[in-house]
């Protein structure tokens, strides 16, 4: 909708989506509205109006103080408008009273004069996907995201206590948490999320629910959702659910696997069954790409100082910038599809990321790769968690940043990636992350206390 300019909209009237939008809300009783949208860093906010409300809303938008979030606009410069994206309209399956609902619509933020704000996360991944329609795809993407289940304390503050003991694919009585996963599932599909599994992960207190892919822009907006919820189900069952990539140290951390393909009018363009892997000479010059960006959009998918903690050798998460058919050690795997299925799956992302900027630096990578002819090298289907550093030099495999501030620099760097991004949100991300450091510098931690404070 913000490709267009919101005072014109009086002169158009409302869409037949935006009223069907309006019959729903009568038809449901909804007394208020959430729009809700995220700042750079992809925290979730919103602003909450009478669903009285709303037809202004999609006619002229709804101003907010921009400068009162993360990475968007300075005081002087502060003033813009939520525009309403009618097609991400759902009711919300929790009720204020036992007559009247909310619900939520997703928004893109604009300026003032109704132009899209450069520094909208949504708008970025938005911009990304009209340069993959004018190449002539579309862009289907599967999240897995992770979470851990916690205990609270007698205070009601999180701990890091795992609400249960089970194991990877473990049932009940073990898997404790089945209930509250239940009742996720059943809240994300009335919500309209197909869901496809659920299961217990490898460490204690830790889940995945798979919902089922869809094109890119869907897929960020339900991965907003679905971390919202998941935290809202949590919240009423008295437990603490957490996205944070490495909450305990010495074991699995959480990521957020993501599932790609690119379609065009013809289906699949990453299948061709002639293949060893079922894959296309597109599919493997979009991998070259992804292989080719990965230091710098690791800045973007791998957000925090904590998910640094989590790539490192040992605990599943992939540490090194190759691709395989088996090894989970990989940035990238190839799974047994095929046809309509014929797809790769990117392993370092982890749930804390934007999900917006996340989606969109890795699509433009792999754009890039398709523009360039990027050669993603062979597959190494060894385990290289056991090469020393002269075979991984052999194979031509190096290594993903080791640290935040390793992958700011990368990011900085990449021209690609930057363009992607644009430079207010490149700007603004790098200036985050750069205080989220420096603030860290100066934190001592238990581990210095315990190793130092006695011996010196």
Same mark, same amino acid.
């Given at each position: 909708?913000t490709?267009?300019?919101?005072?014109t909209k009086? $002169?158009v009237?409302l869409?037949?989506?935006?009223?069907?939008?309006?019959?729903?809300?009568?038809?449901?009783n !909804?007394d208020f509205v959430?729009?809700?949208?995220t700042?750079?860093?992809?925290?979730?906010?919103?602003?909450?109006?009478?669903?009285?409300?709303v037809?202004?809303a999609?006619?002229?938008?709804?101003?907010f103080?921009?400068s009162s979030?993360?990475?968007?606009?300075?005081?002087?410069e502060?003033?813009m408008?939520l525009?309403?994206?009618p097609?991400?309209f759902?009711?919300?399956?929790?009720?204020?009273?036992?007559?009247?609902?909310s619900?939520r619509? @997703?928004?893109? !933020?604009? #300026?003032?004069?109704g132009?899209?704000?450069?520094?909208?996360?949504?708008?970025?991944?938005?911009?990304?996907?009209?340069k993959?329609?004018?190449?002539?795809?579309t862009?289907?993407?599967g999240?897995?995201?992770?979470?851990?289940l916690?205990?609270?304390?007698?205070e009601?503050?999180?701990?890091?206590?795992?609400?249960?003991s089970g194991g &990877?694919?473990?049932?009940?009585?073990?898997?404790?948490?089945?209930?509250v996963?239940r009742e996720?599932?059943?809240?994300?599909e009335?919500?309209?999320?197909?869901?496809?599994a659920?299961?217990?992960?490898v460490a204690d207190?830790?889940h995945?629910? #798979?919902?089922?892919y869809?094109?890119?822009l869907?897929?960020?907006?339900?991965?907003?959702?679905?971390?919202a919820?998941?935290?809202?189900?949590?919240?009423?069952?008295?437990?603490?659910?957490?996205f944070?990539?490495?909450?305990?140290a010495?074991?699995?951390?959480?990521?957020?696997?993501?599932?790609?393909?690119?379609?065009d009018?013809?289906?699949?363009?990453?299948?061709d069954d002639?293949?060893e892997f079922?894959?296309?000479?597109t599919?493997?010059?979009?991998?070259?790409?992804?292989?080719?960006h990965?230091?710098?959009?690791?800045?973007i998918?791998?957000?925090?100082? #904590?998910?640094y903690?989590?790539l @490192?050798?040992?605990? $599943?998460?992939?540490?090194?910038i190759?691709w395989?058919? !088996?090894?989970?050690?990989?940035?990238?795997?190839?799974?047994?599809?095929?046809?309509?299925?014929?797809?790769?799956?990117?392993r370092?992302?982890?749930p804390?990321c934007?999900? &917006?900027?996340?989606?969109?630096v890795?699509i433009?990578?792999?754009l890039d790769?398709?523009? #360039?002819?990027?050669?993603?090298?062979?597959p !190494?289907r060894d385990?290289? &968690?056991?090469?020393?550093?002269e075979?991984?030099e052999?194979h031509?495999?190096?290594l993903?940043?080791?640290?935040?501030?390793?992958?700011l620099?990368?990011? $900085?760097?990449?021209?690609?990636?930057?363009?992607?991004l644009?430079?207010?949100?490149?700007e603004?991300f790098?200036?985050a992350k750069q205080?989220?450091?420096d603030?860290?510098?100066?934190?001592?931690?238990g581990?210095?206390?315990?190793k130092?404070? $006695?011996?010196?």
């Amino acid at each position: 909708m913000t490709d267009g300019n919101i005072a014109t909209k009086k $002169e158009v009237g409302l869409s037949k989506e935006e009223q069907e939008v309006l019959d729903e809300i009568e038809r449901e009783n !909804v007394d208020f509205v959430r729009l809700q949208f995220t700042d750079i860093t992809g925290t979730v906010k919103n602003v909450s109006i009478p669903a009285h409300q709303v037809e202004k809303a999609f006619d002229e938008g709804i101003w907010f103080d921009g400068s009162s979030i993360e990475g968007f606009a300075r005081i002087q410069e502060s003033d813009m408008r939520l525009d309403p994206d009618p097609s991400t309209f759902t009711v919300l399956p929790w009720r204020s009273d036992g007559d009247t609902a909310s619900a939520r619509l @997703i928004c893109d !933020v604009v #300026n003032t004069d109704g132009t899209p704000f450069d520094g909208g996360p949504r708008q970025v991944l938005k911009r990304v996907l009209s340069k993959a329609r004018e190449m002539g795809y579309t862009v289907s993407i599967g999240p897995e995201p992770e979470f851990f289940l916690f205990e609270k304390d007698e205070e009601g503050k999180a701990t890091t206590v795992p609400h249960d003991s089970g194991g &990877y694919f473990d049932l009940a009585p073990k898997d404790m948490a089945s209930d509250v996963r239940r009742e996720v599932i059943f809240t994300l599909e009335q919500m309209g999320f197909e869901i496809e599994a659920s299961h217990h992960e490898v460490a204690d207190g830790q889940h995945e629910i #798979n919902f089922k892919y869809d094109d890119a822009l869907s897929a960020a907006d339900n991965i907003a959702t679905f971390r919202a919820v998941v935290r809202a189900v949590a919240e009423q069952n008295g437990i603490h659910a957490t996205f944070m990539p490495k909450p305990i140290a010495e074991i699995n951390g959480s990521g957020m696997h993501a599932h790609i393909s690119l379609f065009d009018e013809d289906g699949n363009t990453f299948a061709d069954d002639e293949d060893e892997f079922n894959l296309s000479e597109t599919a493997y010059k979009f991998m070259g790409g992804v292989l080719e960006h990965a230091p710098a959009f690791t800045a973007i998918t791998n957000p925090t100082i #904590n998910s640094y903690k989590r790539l @490192i050798p040992g605990y $599943e998460a992939p540490v090194y910038i190759a691709w395989s058919d !088996v090894n989970r050690s990989a940035l990238i795997r190839v799974p047994d599809a095929a046809g309509t299925s014929s797809r790769f799956e990117i392993r370092s992302p982890d749930p804390s990321c934007n999900p &917006y900027l996340a989606l969109a630096v890795i699509i433009e990578a792999g754009l890039d790769g398709i523009e #360039n002819d990027i050669d993603p090298g062979t597959p !190494v289907r060894d385990d290289i &968690y056991e090469f020393d550093e002269e075979k991984r030099e052999e194979h031509g495999i190096t290594l993903l940043p080791g640290r935040l501030m390793d992958a700011l620099d990368a990011l $900085e760097a990449d021209e690609v990636v930057c363009e992607a991004l644009g430079d207010h949100v490149t700007e603004k991300f790098i200036e985050a992350k750069q205080s989220e450091y420096d603030e860290y510098k100066t934190y001592v931690s238990g581990w210095e206390k315990a190793k130092y404070l $006695e011996k010196f």
